[in-house]
T-cell receptor
C-alpha cells in the first residue's frame, strides 16, 4: 500500500505568517498533486509536479517535488484567511491512469 | 462546459436500505473514478471505470458495493443494505483520457441512520 503522510495535521496561524506543509512517502510516484478542499466541497487541484526537484509557484504558494519523487512540500507566504482549508497531497502511480493516492491531509486555519 | 455533477448532494438512508449515487462526468470525459472520504479520514480510491467497463475495483469493499458506467447515462455507485459505517462523502472524478487530469465533483454526503 502506498501511503502519503502529511505534516502537520492541523495548523492555526495568524494572517501574514508563513507556513510549510510536508508530504512524505516511501514510494515513488510519477507525479504528485496538491489539492485544496473546502468544507462540503470536492477537492480542487492546485498544481501537479512531475520532475524530481521541480519547483512551481502559484502566487503566494510554492510547491516542490523531492529529487527522488517520494516527497513534496507546500510553502505559503503571508497567509490570508482565504487560504483556510484542507490541503491534500496526492500521488499518481508510475505508468498508470489517474488513480490517486491521497495524503492524510493538513487542516489550515488562518486567523484574521 | 459544466463540471462533474453528482447527485444527490445529500442522501439519508436507514440501515438496510439501498443507496444509489449518480455521477455525470464532464462533457467528453469517458473515464470515471469514485473515491470515499470517511469522517476525519482521507480520500480513498474505490473504483475506476471507462465506458461500460470496470478497469480497477481494487478499492471497492467486496460485498454490498457495485459500480457501473453505462454507454448512456451517468455512472452509478450502488450500496446495498447500508450500514452506519457507510456514512461518508463519496466523490466522483472524471477525465477525458486515461492519463489526463481528473476533475472532482462536489460529492454526495451519505448519512445512514
Amino acid at each position: 500500500t502506498q501511503l502519503l503522510e502529511q505534516s502537520p495535521q492541523f495548523l492555526s496561524i495568524q494572517e501574514g505568517e508563513n507556513l510549510t506543509v510536508y508530504c512524505n512517502s516511501s514510494s515513488v510516484f510519477s507525479s504528485l498533486q496538491w489539492y485544496r478542499q473546502e468544507p462540503g466541497e470536492g477537492p480542487v487541484l492546485l498544481v501537479t509536479v512531475v520532475t524530481g526537484g521541480e519547483v512551481k509557484k502559484l502566487k503566494r504558494l510554492t510547491f516542490q517535488f523531492g529529487d527522488a519523487r517520494k516527497d513534496s512540500s507546500l510553502h505559503i507566504t503571508a497567509a490570508q484567511p482565504g487560504d483556510t482549508g484542507l490541503y491534500l497531497c496526492a500521488g499518481v502511480r508510475v505508468g498508470g491512469y489517474q488513480k490517486v493516492t491521497f495524503g492524510t491531509g493538513t487542516k489550515l486555519q488562518v486567523i484574521p | 462546459n459544466a463540471g462533474v455533477m453528482q447527485n444527490p448532494r445529500h442522501l439519508v438512508r436507514r440501515r438496510g436500505q439501498e443507496a444509489r449515487l449518480r455521477c455525470s462526468p464532464m462533457k467528453g470525459h469517458s473515464h470515471v473514478y469514485w473515491y470515499r472520504q470517511l469522517p476525519e479520514e482521507g480520500l480513498k480510491f474505490m473504483v475506476y471505470l471507462q465506458k461500460e467497463n470496470i478497469i480497477d475495483e481494487s478499492g471497492m469493499p467486496k460485498e454490498r458495493f457495485s459500480a457501473e458506467f453505462p454507454k448512456e447515462g451517468p455512472s452509478i455507485l450502488r450500496i446495498q443494505q447500508v450500514v452506519r459505517g457507510d456514512s461518508a462523502a463519496y466523490f466522483c472524478a472524471s477525465s477525458p483520457t486515461r492519463d489526463s487530469q481528473a476533475f472532482f465533483g462536489q460529492g454526495t454526503r451519505l448519512t445512514v441512520v
